[in-house]
């Protein structure tokens, strides 16, 4: 098997949100931390929308500070990008700094205000 391929069947699993999948490849000694072939963790890459994907990463050790290597933004930026409060709210409890600017220089909080999720802004007023 080519180098990489757990970790791409991880980051697969998580972009799935297919909690099984992500379930038995941890449980299996996939590194939570390995990139795909497209060089992403599976917490870069999991669906933010599943909470219980982010749990799983970083019970394993998953790091939610690590930017994507495109783009420089975090775990954090896209569940606040993408208002999902509940993802955002595991990351932060799991270690991910809400502080940290993007590669543009846009805090979590930015995006979720240009994306219109004032909850998700609320929140995330109440962490700094």
Not at 10 to 38: I, K
Not at 70 to 87: I, K, V, Y
Not at 91 to 104: E, N, V
Not at 106 to 113: G, I, K, S, V
């Amino acid at each position: 098997m080519e180098p990489g391929y757990w970790a791409h069947q991880l980051g697969n699993a998580a972009a799935r949100g297919d909690v099984q999948a992500v379930r038995m490849l941890l449980e299996s000694g996939t590194d939570p931390n390995a990139v795909n072939f497209y060089g992403r963790t599976p917490i870069q890459v999991m669906m933010m929308g599943s909470p219980q994907i982010a749990a799983l990463l970083l019970e394993a050790g998953a790091n939610p500070n690590r930017p994507d290597p495109s783009s420089g933004s975090l775990p954090a930026h896209d569940a606040a990008r993408g208002g999902f409060l509940d993802t955002l709210k595991v990351l932060h409890q799991g270690g991910a700094h809400l502080d940290l600017p993007d590669a543009q220089g846009h805090l979590p909080r930015d995006l979720a205000q240009e994306e219109g999720h004032s909850h998700v802004v609320q929140f995330l007023l109440g962490q700094t």
